[in-house]
């Protein structure tokens, strides 16, 4: 199964490997603060895996600020989305009826976005569903789902848009789903709510061959070392 991973950003530095794929990655240069990074966007594809199998893939924020590329992993399906932070809220929007009754495939797949003591800060969540006969895609849908990490006082992250959509639901040669949600901090790391922005995207192709294909994409506003990006699907 090939994989590749791909990270952009905005200056000079290039890393590049990974696990019989082709990885490049850039970073911003550093921002003066210790800890403190600037902003980054990070891009990877997977190839669906197998029925019950999963496959997923991380990238954190090292030391300098720069993105640290992890292998790619592959093993058996599990239980996901899994709730790490201690309250977190969740919406889903079905982009067609159809996700609810189309369950000859079915893809999963999370973009997830965690801070260096572990807790899931936000998160988009994406489950397809499709059937195919006679070489078509006959009925196909993605519901989106987003949580986010609240903290006690009334704080923390929150949701602050959402888009999903379907570019075909019936009779389709394939189709192609996507999924976006925005979210923005304020609360004990930034009162000002200015710093940080996490935003998610999700892309699913179903074919009529029973195949599929996941991207996903996230900006970050601004970073912190030790953050790490989580995504992959099954």
Same mark, same amino acid.
Not at 40 to 59: D, F, K
Not at 104 to 118: A, T, V
Not at 135 to 145: E, H, I, K, Q, S
């Given at each position: ?13 290039? %890393?590049?490997? %990974? ?9 911003? +240069? ?7 990074? *600037? ?6 594809? %997977? ?6 199998? #999963?496959?997923?893939?991380? !990238?954190? !924020?090292?030391?300098?600020? +720069?993105? +640290? ?5 592959? /093993? ?30 079915? %893809? ?10 572990? !807790? ?12 195919? #006969? *006679? ?33 075909? #639901? ?11 949600? *925005?979210?923005?901090?304020? /609360?004990?790391?930034?009162?000002? /709510? ?14 009529? *061959? ?15 070392? /030790? ?8």
């Amino acid at each position: 199964m090939n994989s590749r991973l791909s990270v952009a950003a905005v200056s000079a530095v290039s %890393l590049v490997a %990974l696990m019989g794929g082709t990885t490049v990655a850039t970073a911003q +240069e550093s921002d003066p603060a210790p800890k403190s990074c *600037d902003g980054v966007r990070l891009t990877g594809e %997977l190839p669906a895996p197998a029925p019950g199998q #999963a496959v997923s893939g991380q !990238i954190t !924020i090292g030391p300098d600020c +720069e993105p +640290e590329l992890g292998s790619v992993r592959r /093993g058996p399906a599990s239980d996901r989305p899994a709730r790490t932070a201690a309250t977190a809220t969740a919406t889903a929007a079905p982009t067609t009826a159809a996700a609810a009754t189309a369950a000859g495939h079915q %893809l999963r797949g999370w973009n997830e976005m965690y801070d260096c003591c572990n !807790i899931r800060m936000t998160g988009l969540y994406t489950a397809s569903s499709w059937d195919t #006969a *006679d070489g078509r895609v006959t009925t196909a849908g993605t519901t989106a789902t987003q949580e986010w990490n609240r903290e006690p006082w009334d704080a923390g992250w929150s949701l602050t848009s959402q888009t999903a959509k379907d570019d075909c #639901a019936t009779d389709c040669a394939e189709v192609n789903s996507e999924a976006h949600a *925005d979210f923005a901090y304020q /609360g004990v790391f930034d009162p000002t /709510g200015d710093w940080y922005d996490n935003t998610h995207h999700s892309y699913v192709q179903l074919t009529a *061959d029973g195949t599929a294909s996941c991207r996903f994409d996230v900006e970050l506003r601004h970073t912190f070392v /030790g953050w790490n990006w989580r995504y992959g699907c099954e």
